[in-house]
């Protein structure tokens, strides 16, 4: 009797082994990171971004976990992520909604915004839906250097995010005295960041020190001046001087009549008295 017992356990858990099994290999639900993000350039990809604390989400977690099981029947990886351990993807996709889903084809990205359902997530697969969704601006992919430097920026957020409460929750610190070391911080990562950039423009493109030109009437004063000579010397007279120099021309004067008239009045008052 006892060794019945001891086979039907047995049995029961063996097949409770394989099930799980044959479920989790069915399931083929895929976590992605940082790390494997670009394993979405390649094949066709359904993709749920998800926080564990946002309503929505668990109540979408049971229909995202049974379309996960057709993945292999429709030739299709589906995958998930928790934007609360990787905040960089959620930059990178430009996460501002819980959940948000992704359709990925062949490194073309577009956004699902059909029922959150098993059967709507099938028929969007197999009937081919996602072609009259317009694909994602190539200037805001998720492979673009602006999609880049938003993931290291939403990276940046998490990590000062992390070491305010290091300071506060490990060190003791106050919330002011956290405060004061980032600004310290920040003002000398500008001063090092300034200083390099002063470097590298003087390196690239320099500065030409040139001295100021003389002053222009130097030269006209050294030009102009005439060599001195003593005052018993007779200073010669230059050939341009002679050669630019006019004659000058005087007309004789001729008196005019009323002036004659005048001059001859006087001999003829003098004749009248004698």
Known sequence: MAASAVR???ALWLLLVVAAAVVAGRSQMRVLS???????????WMVEFYAPWCPACQKLQPEWESFAEWGEDLEINIAKVDVTEQPGLSGRFIITALPTIYHCKDGEFRRYQGLRTKTDFINFISDQEW????PVSSWFGPSSFLMSSMSALFQLSMWIRHCHNYFTENLGLP????????????LFSGLVLGLIMVFLADCL???KRTRPPPYPYHKKLAESAE???PLGEEIEPRDDDVSQAEPEHHEPLVPLPSALRQ????PAAGAEKS
């Open 205 to 207: 493109c320099p500065s």
């Open 227 to 229: 060599p001195w000579k």
């Open 8 to 10: 039907w356990a047995a």
């Open 131 to 134: 072609k009259s969704v317009e």
């Open 34 to 44: 940082d790390g494997t993000w670009r394993d979405l350039l390649e094949g066709e």
């Open 175 to 186: 919330a002011w005295g956290s405060y004061a070391i980032f600004a310290l911080a920040t």
């Open 263 to 266: 001059r001859a009045a006087p």
